[in-house]
């Protein structure tokens, strides 16, 4: 008998504090039975379009005051979805 585990993620960091200029990285780590669609968007507000995507991880170089606010990832597999937040907040 096979089992299947829904996904559970973690956020990293859960929030952080950055400069306008500087450059971010929140990583969404998934664990359970994959393979997983890990799918970051913006909460209440447009992403940034220069934002990049890759294995979980959402890159935001040259950050500015726009930026700042809730973002959400989303973990899909055949077995489920999770999600969880990030706070990003800009200084300057």
Do not use: H, K
Request: glycine share 8%; hydrophobic share 35%.
């Amino acid at each position: 008998m096979c089992v299947t585990v829904a996904p559970r993620l973690t956020i990293s960091p859960q929030r952080v504090a950055t400069r306008a200029g500087d450059t971010i990285q929140l990583r969404c780590t998934p664990t359970g039975s994959g393979p997983f669609n890990i799918e970051w968007s913006r909460v209440d507000a447009q992403m940034n379009p220069a934002a990049r995507e890759s294995d979980g991880i959402l890159e935001i170089r040259q950050v500015t005051a726009a930026d700042a606010g809730r973002y959400r990832c989303v973990v899909q597999s055949s077995a489920g979805t999770s999600d969880g937040y990030a706070i990003v907040d800009v200084e300057g």
